[in-house]
Every structure is written in structure tokens, then in C-alpha cells.
């Protein structure tokens, strides 16, 4: 481990602990490094990298901040990420991968505590869903918006913003295999029916099972096409 790794656990320790719990400002530098026996200069660059990670915030004129920590910041980077792996065709098998084994689990989650309201929306994109359906691009928008408010039913926003990072880049794969594959709309609102109906009856295995069919279908269709050796087209230019 590094001498900046060390400072960067040592204030992560201090988080932790809640000596420095979120919303609370930092030290000034020379005292923080005269708290954590290191130097200033790795003191900056600890900072530095915490920040990066979005665990502080240093403002300007003002001194930094220990951010709110909420899931949704601190996993804000894994999205970003994920699209710079975009055109590694082994990295989106080992994602879609990772949705089939989170995605049924957390529907079968979102049933057995999903409101009547948060089931509303999920229908309202539903409906959405069906008057785009000759409209690709539109249609995925609101799939994705349908998967977030299921997700979002469970309540938990680790689990949200982990399957979202994910589904920003499948988002757009979906809308390739929409572009050449006329039936894949009339596929994608049957599935997703089905997801909306085991949620509407709470029943946690059903809601899984629907899930995870959606989800291996899709999946199945992006191996075969990848296994053809054709390039992944995203977006509208893959229209002919």
C-alpha cells in the first residue's frame, strides 16, 4: 500500500468512526495532517482522491466537506465506467450477466413491498411503452423507465443505482436489437406484461420468474449477435 493509499483509509477511517460524519468540514490541511501524522502533501492528495470518489467535497473559498454519502453519490462513477467498456463485447456479457443474477431477486423484492401508487407507475410506463411501440427509441426510454420504478419499489438505493449503471448501457443495446428485429418490440411489451401482472398480484416468485425470463431473453439475443461477429451498433445510426 501506497503513503497516499495509507492517508486515504486514515481519513476514511475517520468517516467511518463518525469523527468526521456527513456534512461536517474538514480540518484545515495542515491541521489534518498533523492529526493524521502525514504530510501535507500526501494530506492534499488523499483529499484529492476522496473527492474524486465523491466522499468530499472541497469548496471553493469555503474548505471541504464530508458529502452526504448517499449511495446514489458515492456510485455515481460505476455508470461512467461502465460506458467506457461500451465496445468490449466479453465486458457486456459479464453486465448482462450481473443484471440476470440482481434484477429477478429485486423484482421478487419490489412485490412484497410495492404501494399502490408505486405500482401506478409502473403501469403508467407500461402504457407508455405500448403507444411507442413503433417508435424505438421511445420505447426503450420508457422500458428503462419501467425497470426503475420497480426497482425503485424496493426501497433500496444501492440496489437501484447499482442495476441503473447497468442498464445505461443494456438501454441502448435494447435499442439495436429494436432497430433490426422488428418483432423485438411486440417481445418486449409481453414480458414486460407479464412482469407488471406478477407485481400486481404480490406474488414474490412469479415476480421473479417473469424477471428473469425478460431479462434472459435479452440476453440471450445479445450472445447470439455477438457470437455472429458483428459489431454492436447503438443508437439511431444502426438504422439502415
Do not use: C
Not at 420504478?149 to 449503471?165: D, K, Q, R
Not at 398480484?201 to 435479452?218: F, I, K
Amino acid at each position: 500500500m501506497s503513503l497516499t493509499d495509507k492517508a486515504i483509509d486514515e481519513i476514511r477511517e475517520l468517516i467511518r468512526t463518525g469523527v468526521l460524519p456527513p456534512g461536517s468540514k474538514l480540518p484545515p490541511e495542515p491541521d489534518l495532517a498533523a492529526q493524521l501524522g502525514l504530510s501535507r502533501n500526501l494530506a492534499r492528495e488523499a483529499v484529492k482522491a476522496l473527492a474524486v470518489a465523491r466522499v468530499l467535497e472541497v469548496r471553493r473559498g469555503d474548505g471541504t466537506y464530508v458529502t452526504s454519502l448517499q449511495p446514489s453519490l458515492l456510485l455515481e462513477g460505476l455508470g461512467g465506467a461502465v460506458e467506457l467498456l461500451q465496445g468490449d463485447s466479453v465486458a457486456l456479457r459479464d453486465l448482462m450477466e450481473v443484471r440476470r443474477l440482481l434484477e429477478p431477486m429485486a423484482t421478487a423484492l419490489a412485490a412484497t413491498r410495492i404501494s399502490d401508487s408505486q405500482l401506478a407507475e409502473v403501469k403508467r410506463h407500461l402504457d407508455a411503452m405500448r403507444e411507442a411501440r413503433d417508435d424505438v427509441e421511445q420505447l426503450n426510454a420508457h422500458d428503462a423507465a419501467f425497470h426503475r420504478a420497480v426497482i425503485s419499489a424496493t426501497g433500496n438505493e444501492t440496489l437501484l443505482t447499482l442495476l441503473e449503471s447497468i442498464s445505461g448501457r443494456t438501454l441502448r443495446a435494447r435499442i439495436w436489437r429494436g432497430l433490426v428485429d422488428d418483432k423485438a418490440a411486440g417481445r418486449t411489451l409481453a414480458e414486460h406484461e407479464a412482469i407488471f401482472n406478477a407485481l400486481s398480484t404480490r406474488d414474490a416468485a412469479l415476480s421473479q420468474a417473469a424477471a428473469l425470463l425478460h431479462v434472459s431473453n435479452t440476453e440471450q439475443s445479445l450472445r447470439e449477435h455477438l457470437s455472429s461477429g458483428e459489431p454492436l451498433a447503438f443508437g439511431t445510426a444502426a438504422r439502415k
